[in-house]
């Protein structure tokens, strides 16, 4: 089993940053990719970012490109999410996930088999 923590929000206003951390532990850990997805009041989880754990791969979310940065310290079993001009419409609760293996897409809620608890990003206008 695998468990993941993430920890680095809070409350920021427009045109700040926060650095989410998403700390993994259980079993001797490895996956295919770990991913930052996140959930505003009323709407469905959506993809932010994902990058893959033994190679380079990225990628985000149009709304996030050029502002938020995923990144990863394989030695600390750790993702962490830069986010940078952070926007009202940010605000949402933030999850990490890992995917255990490839699943054809890194962009779907479904294709990840492990979730954290979520840690609350707001920003005020």
């Known amino acids: 089993q695998v468990q993941l923590v993430e920890s680095g929000g809070g409350l920021v206003q427009a045109g700040g940053s926060l650095r989410l951390s998403c700390a993994a532990s259980?079993?001797?850990?490895?996956?295919?990719?770990l991913g930052w997805f996140r959930q505003a009041p009323g709407k469905e989880r959506e993809f932010v970012a994902a990058?893959?754990?033994?190679?380079?791969?990225?990628w985000y979310a149009d709304s996030v490109k050029g502002r938020f940065t995923i990144s990863r310290d394989n030695a600390k079993n750790t993702v962490y999410l830069q986010m940078n001009s952070l926007k009202p419409e940010d605000t949402a609760v933030y999850y990490c996930?890992?995917?255990?293996?490839?699943?054809?897409?890194?962009?779907?809620?479904?294709?990840?088999?492990?979730w954290g608890q979520g840690t609350q990003v707001t920003v005020s206008s």
């Open positions: 990058v893959r754990w033994n190679f380079s791969s990225t």
């Open positions: 259980g079993r001797t850990f490895s996956a295919y990719a």
């Open positions: 996930a890992a995917q255990d293996s490839y699943r054809g897409s890194v962009y779907y809620t479904a294709g990840y088999d492990y």
